[in-house]
């Protein structure tokens, strides 16, 4: 690809003759480092024109030789010229005091107006050159008094003198904004939204009144004997009605380090310049520096056209992120970018001082939870509180819950080793019971062996109580033969011999040794009732109160009722 031809001044030169577009772009970037051609090319704004028509971006240093041209096209000189003798100006009821600003073209000064009785501020428009001064303060003058806002300085009367115009505004002891500034560097947060929220409800009634300021700055910003903000200066204000300015549509008019991109590249200026000039205040106000620090004016119109300023916040660590938030969004470069009205950032800067969230950041949850938390602290605590009561009595009820479940574990585990030891001791009796059965039976005590079984729990016993219980059962005799229960039972002293009585009215003799049934004996119509036997006398039985020998044996014998029977044991 082909490089651009080089420019000298003598094709500048030649330019300015018969203007080429095909060499418009070599001639910008000539101009860029030639004072020599851009002094030239000044006399002949029809040539600049030329070099910058077209539609094709152009680089940095075309653009800092557009905006010398449009900065001559606006030249203005803003500071104050001693050299240069200024008639004595005069106002038809105002006593003039001590002057308070001089330029080329104006002066003011404090005033007294004689009625009523009251300090004015009277700017003079004299040694005009063209009738566009004269415009400008007329214009300034009719949009001051038609506008209403307490923030917005009052025009109280305007007038012509025999060297120009002139206009008496209400007088502001406390100077501008400006000189706020020179004196404390910057402000407090707290202090820049109030100053600015204000600003924002000024300019956005005189929005609805149809006026752009188009020159908002500190400088402009004037404070009142109450400490209030007042909006001045509307000489290069906008008629949105007329669509045009009073300076004119094709100059650059305006303060460069407050000015809005679209301004600087040239294009319409429309209330959302207005806003981003807001922005370039408070971001004054907050860092103490505007956003454009660069000492030539080529480069801060460059840097307003193109770079974006570091946010407040990175600045100075005071100044909260909603905040440096809202200030970013006046200055977006793309106004479709910024608030769209300046009533718009007036309630965002009324929504941070409240504490709500803003519309120029997206916050999270948390965030805006304790957001509402320090707007409402009253029902923020109450809130909290019953939160606090509502998890400490959940604490409470999950730590009563864990402690009955471990008390009802110590409970289970006392329960398992009660019921341990009772096995044990259970065990242990039953042991001891075996043994004690086992010790009866081998000395021959079969019936104490015998109930000292039988008490023993069936949840213990096992094959050696069935063993013992055989054992037991093995010398066992089962007598058969009667019809009915036993009603008595004797044995003989020797164990020779047995005898029994029965309901079915028979007494019957066993054999000892055998269990064998040796005899039996009817009792008849009077059935025997009880028996007994004595060592060396045959068995008796009876059914009354006598006792009778019934014969089992040699001889009968009478005996009496009080002898009692041997024994009487199960049938």
Request: aromatic share 8%.
């Amino acid at each position: 690809m082909m490089g651009k031809p080089k420019t000298d001044c003598a094709l500048a030169r030649r330019f300015l003759d018969s203007p080429d577009p095909a060499w418009a772009s070599g001639i910008a970037d000539h101009l860029a480092d030639c004072p020599s051609c851009q002094a030239a090319f000044e006399k002949k704004p029809q040539a600049l024109q030329a070099v910058f028509a077209g539609e094709i971006p152009l680089p940095p240093a075309h653009l800092i030789a557009q905006a010398s041209q449009r900065l001559q096209l606006a030249h203005q000189n803003p500071f104050p010229n001693d050299q240069i003798p200024l008639p004595i100006p005069h106002a038809p009821g105002f006593s003039l005091g001590a002057p308070i600003r001089r330029t080329n073209q104006s002066q003011v000064f404090l005033a007294t107006q004689t009625g009523p009785n009251r300090e004015v501020v009277v700017k003079f428009v004299s040694r005009p050159a063209s009738f566009l001064d004269y415009q400008l303060l007329a214009r300034e003058g009719n949009i001051l008094a038609a506008l209403k806002h307490p923030n917005i300085l009052t025009v109280y009367q305007t007038g012509r003198w025999a060297e120009g115009v002139w206009m008496a505004l209400e007088y502001c002891p406390n100077g501008s904004l400006s000189q706020v500034l020179d004196k404390k560097t910057r402000l407090d947060a707290p202090s820049a939204v109030q100053i600015i929220k204000k600003m924002a409800q000024a300019v956005a009634a005189a929005h609805r009144y149809g006026f752009i300021h188009n020159d908002i700055k500190p400088g402009n910003i004037l404070i009142d004997n109450q400490g209030e903000p007042r909006l001045a200066d509307f000489g290069l204000a906008i008629d949105l009605t007329e669509k045009k300015s009073a300076s004119g549509s094709q100059s650059l008019v305006g303060t460069p380090r407050y000015m809005a991109p679209e301004q600087v590249r040239g294009g319409p200026p429309d209330i959302r310049t207005d806003v981003h000039a807001l922005g370039s205040v408070l971001y004054h106000l907050l860092t103490g520096s505007p956003t454009c620090t660069a000492d030539s004016q080529f480069q801060v119109m460059l840097d307003v056209a193109h770079k974006v300023p570091t946010s407040p916040d990175k600045l100075r660590g005071d100044i909260p992120p909603d905040l440096a938030a809202i200030c970013m969004k006046c200055l977006a470069k793309d106004p479709e970018a910024r608030y769209q009205t300046a009533e718009a950032l007036a309630e965002d800067l009324i929504r941070f001082q409240a504490g709500f969230p803003v519309l120029a950041r997206k916050i999270s949850r948390w965030e805006s939870t304790r957001k509402w938390a320090a707007r409402n602290k009253a029902t923020a605590l109450a809130g909290s509180l019953t939160i606090f009561m509502l998890l400490f009595s959940i604490s409470l009820l999950a730590f009563l819950v864990v402690m009955v479940g471990r008390e009802k574990q110590n409970a289970i585990k006392n329960a398992e080793l009660i019921t341990s030891y009772l096995d044990q001791a259970e065990a242990q009796a039953y042991s001891s019971g075996v043994q004690a059965a086992a010790f009866e039976m081998e000395s021959g005590v079969t019936a104490v062996a015998t109930q000292t079984l039988e008490i023993l729990p069936f949840s213990q016993r096992h094959w050696e109580h069935h063993y013992i219980t055989g054992r037991l059962r093995q010398n066992q005799v089962t007598l058969r033969g009667h019809g009915g229960p036993v009603l008595g039972f004797a044995i003989h002293p020797d164990g020779s011999e047995w005898v029994s009585v029965s309901e079915d009215g028979s007494m019957r003799l066993w054999d000892g040794a055998t269990g064998s049934q040796r005899k039996k004996l009817s009792g008849g119509k009077t059935p025997f009732r009880w028996c007994l036997l004595f060592r060396g006398w045959p068995p008796g039985c009876g059914a009354g109160r006598h006792q009778h020998r019934p014969g089992f044996g040699p001889g009968i014998r009478k005996m009496v009722p009080r002898v009692a029977p041997v024994d009487f044991g199960p049938g």
